[in-house]
């Protein structure tokens, strides 16, 4: 964790950081965290087929429609069927053709049937409704705030939000076939599942397009996107393939989806099951409630997260780790689905697995075990997360689950890979993709497919890993005794056994380097303290406890500086250099160290390196320091230079990292860094920052680059000057995404300034999920008693999406707890508590929570949305 977030304590940081997380959060897992439901109801019928006719009233932001549902039941002396139904007004129901009585109530429509059924009747029943749905389909029109907006209409349906505009059966242990009809402006394009039938005029001006999805989903599956878009067609192996963006970003979809045909062939190949559908259309929209969704043959994606052409050059792997995510979901989620939440992560595990293979294979294989370093060194902190299994029916926090079913699971599987081996482990997955094919599924299936395809009993790995919770917190000692010619390796689990958390067995490669060479010596670990030792041929120049970050773990080695400049220097795989790098940034004052890092920042073969060797000379921050970040601003890849900029930032009070500063605003041809540069300028508070982030304010960049880095820069420079602009920023007529960042950084400046305050109350009034939660973000950050009433009056409303409500009584509870303490502080004898003891503890947890979230923004875009402002700190990476 950084010490910026560290130091820390006070109530009203406490708030905001609550705040950030539920309006980070709120929006970025909407799509996994909706898991209403952890048991699989049961069924009184099977869902066969779903006719689906829409119309829609823009004005009103109304759908009209009508479904004919087929189905069949599963047992006799059924009286009734169950739909989940919600914001909809039913005007009539008819079972096989005749009028029939209903009746809604608590989510549910309840249809009558004219007589009991009998097992394996057959009923087709047609429901007419209308309503205004506030989630599950959400209309994007033009306002004062952007008046030349495309106009869309999206829907978005897991966990459990299609019965918001279709009265559904709406959980995934069903499987339908299904048809969309959308009758819409005829300007506009849509896109639904499967197969386009036809395109038909109609009177007003309209057309209706007839979608048919031949094969049964799951109906959160269910999907459509209509509007003002633009297309490219295509095709892959005489399938047809499409990309879709809102009118206006025309050029985004060369620089974003060039890969897309080749990651088909890549998954189709490795998984050895071809793509299964008809087509597969990527479309991105605006405002959507996640960074993407694997609909099935149609995903749909943020339009936030698509990539500029003039941006392109400047990100390492473009939107690559969001494509390939949800592309892998056609195959693990799709084609394969969960039988209830509970097994979610054979969804989303395998999707961040298959997004890691993609990234190996067109990357490299130094950049896969980078991205897994990365997330291990974010996972294992997590107090939260620790001691929750991947599968367990308790959630108490959906939102923390998540970071279990994505990250951990992913890394689970890659472990599982390494153990089995790449033939076994691919053998097996295609037998699992074969025998449950358009079924839904639970854990037991896996293991029974890779038992039959291998004969390996893996029920002590899954028990270990799936159904256990935590991982294993190494301290590891070694000794050498040149008498013997041995090194001893002493290796203690240090974690805390208790509820899911037990002692684990896993193998591990320790490679011992001499004069004579590399030797790597397999072990098995299994006991909270254990001894290993190890013939040598010579005194050890470099001993290495699982080699190439095998094992998902934390480890607690202590070598001496020189050791770890060689491992620094000399190891062959990426995580075991880039641990050497975040040692030595822990070791001031050591001129050998500063120039090895300093080398390995300008030279290292990996780019991810030396990214690390810069943070490490942020972090030790001397002169000789300063002068290596200097030098290392000569990298060709934007995405260092960005680094070494961001590091910058942390040299306080000195003229020449300013003067560097302006001169790479004015000169870099990166955008990035370049606004990476007003950052850092702003953290420096250098002299002519104010004015400077003011003349960015008119500078035009792809995306809004400079102005988003400005924006937010004011806020880190802290200048009360800037409060005139950041209003001017924040009000309606400014675009969105701008007015987001603007609002963020009023949260920062001028905080006695009650107008202020007053001017973010009026924006929760706002119908932009955006706006307003960068108004919570920002009243939490100010810790204004004045907001604590109208954010008490935005909670009864009730409209908050997930994980909103809960953290936004915390932050209600710390503003009212500032406010106390203002009102009757405590005697000079007195001690606070909160700053010591208790509240101590939970300002960690909830920086825990804070730094997970910030590695999961910023590395994890294959599934979450970027939202601007959420963080102080900038990118971690």
């Not at 609002?743 to 706006?771: P, Q």
Request: aromatic fraction near 8%.
């Amino acid at each position: 964790m950084s010490s910026t977030w560290k130091n820390r304590h006070q109530l009203a940081a406490q708030a905001a950081i609550l705040a950030a997380i539920a309006l980070a959060t709120a929006a970025l897992f909407a799509t996994a965290a909706r898991a209403d439901r952890p048991y699989a109801p049961s069924r009184d019928y099977h869902l066969q087929n779903v006719r689906v006719a829409l119309r829609f009233d823009l004005d009103q932001r109304k759908v009209m429609g009508e479904v004919t549902h087929t189905l069949s039941s599963l047992r006799d002396g059924l009286t009734h069927l169950d739909f989940d139904c919600a914001e909809l007004t039913i005007s009539s129901a008819r079972v096989n053709g005749k009028d029939t009585t209903f009746e809604l109530r608590n989510d549910k429509l309840r249809v009558n049937l004219a007589q009991p059924s009998k097992a394996g009747e057959k009923f087709e029943v047609n429901l007419q409704y209308e309503g205004k749905p506030t989630t599950g389909l959400f209309f994007i029109l033009p306002d004062k705030d952007d008046p030349g907006r495309p106009k869309e209409i999206w829907t978005q349906g897991e966990a459990e939000d299609t019965h918001h505009y279709i009265p559904i059966y709406d959980y995934p242990n069903d499987r339908a076939t299904s048809e969309m009809i959308l009758t819409v402006p005829g300007d506009w394009l849509t896109v639904s599942n499967g197969k386009l039938l036809s395109v038909q005029d109609v009177a007003g001006g309209m057309k209706t397009w007839t979608w048919r999805q031949s094969l049964p989903v799951s109906t959160y599956l269910i999907s459509f996107v209509a509007g003002e878009y633009k297309e490219k067609q295509d095709t892959w192996r005489n399938i047809p393939i499409a990309y879709y963006v809102p009118r206006g970003m025309e050029d985004t979809i060369d620089s974003t989806f060039s890969h897309t045909k080749q990651m088909l062939d890549f998954f189709s190949e490795r998984y050895g099951v071809a793509y299964p559908w008809e087509k597969y259309a990527q479309t991105a929209v605006d405002n959507f409630v996640a960074a993407g969704m694997e609909n099935v043959s149609a995903t749909t994606l943020s339009a936030r997260d698509m990539v500029h052409a003039d941006l392109a050059a400047e990100k390492s792997e473009a939107a690559d780790s969001l494509l390939s995510h949800e592309m892998a979901h056609q195959w693990f989620g799709d084609l394969v689905t969960c039988k209830d939440w509970t097994n979610m992560w054979l969804n989303e595990g395998f999707a961040t697995f298959g997004a890691n293979l993609w990234e190996e294979h067109e990357y490299g294989v130094d950049a896969a075990a980078y991205h897994y370093w990365r997330e291990q060194n974010n996972w294992m902190p997590s107090k939260d997360l620790f001691p929750i299994p991947i599968v367990t029916r308790d959630i108490n926090d959906p939102v923390e689950y998540v970071g279990n079913v994505y990250d951990k699971a992913g890394w689970v599987l890659h472990m599982l890979r390494s153990q089995l081996g790449d033939d076994a482990f691919f053998h097996a997955i295609k037998h699992y993709l074969e025998a449950n094919r358009l079924q839904n599924v639970v854990t037991a299936d896996l293991v029974k497919a890779i038992e039959e395809s291998t004969g390996t009993n893996v029920d002590p790995f899954f028990d270990q890993w799936i159904y256990g919770a935590g991982a294993p917190r190494f301290t590891v000692k070694s000794d050498y005794d040149a008498a013997a010619k041995k090194v001893s390796l002493n290796v203690k689990q240090t974690q805390k056994v208790e509820g899911h958390v037990g002692l684990f067995r896993v193998p591990v490669d320790v490679a011992i380097t001499t004069a004579g060479g590399e030797k790597v010596f397999p072990i098995q670990v299994s006991k909270a303290d254990e001894t290993f030792s190890f013939a040598v041929d010579g005194p050890p120049l470099m001993v290495l406890f699982d080699k190439g970050d095998k094992i998902l773990k934390s480890l607690d080695f202590q070598k001496s500086p020189e050791e770890w400049i060689r491992q620094l220097q000399t190891a062959q795989d990426v995580p075991d250099r880039a641990d050497a790098a975040v040692a030595l940034g822990n070791i001031k004052d050591n001129d050998a160290v500063t120039a090895a890092l300093g080398e390995a920042a300008r030279r290292d073969r990996f780019w991810g390196v030396r990214n690390e060797a810069l943070r490490a000379l942020g972090r030790v921050n001397t002169p000789n320091a300063r002068k290596q970040v200097f030098a290392a601003l000569s990298n060709e890849q934007p995405w260092v230079r960005q680094v070494a900029v961001e590091q910058m930032g942390h040299f306080q009070n000195d003229e020449e990292t300013v003067k560097r500063l302006q001169a790479i605003y004015k000169d870099d041809k990166a955008y990035s860094v370049r606004g990476a540069a007003l950052q850092s300028l702003a953290q420096d508070k250098g002299p002519g920052t104010a004015a400077l982030l003011e003349k960015a304010l008119s500078t035009s960049s792809p995306d809004d680059v400079l102005r988003r880095a400005s924006l937010r820069a004011m806020g880190m420079l802290g200048d009360n000057a800037a409060v005139p602009s950041l209003l001017e920023w924040s009000s309606p007529g400014k675009p969105s995404s701008l007015r987001g960042i603007a609002i963020g950084a009023l949260g920062r400046v001028d905080l006695k300034n009650h107008d202020i305050t007053a001017r973010l109350i009026s924006y929760l009034n706002e119908s932009s999920f955006d706006i307003r939660f960068a108004s919570i973000f920002a009243l939490g950050h100010r810790g204004d008693p004045a907001a604590i009433e109208p954010l008490e009056a935005l909670l009864k409303t009730g409209q908050l999406s997930i994980s909103v409500p809960h953290a936004l009584e915390g932050l209600i509870e710390q503003l009212k707890t500032q406010d106390a303490a203002h009102k009757d502080p405590p005697a000079a004898d007195q001690k606070i508590s909160d700053t010591n003891g208790a509240g101590a503890g939970n300002n960690q947890i909830v920086v825990d929570r804070l730094d997970r979230l910030e590695h999961q923004m910023t590395e994890m875009n294959d599934r979450l949305r970027k939202i601007e402002a959420s963080l102080s700190g900038g990118k971690s990476d």
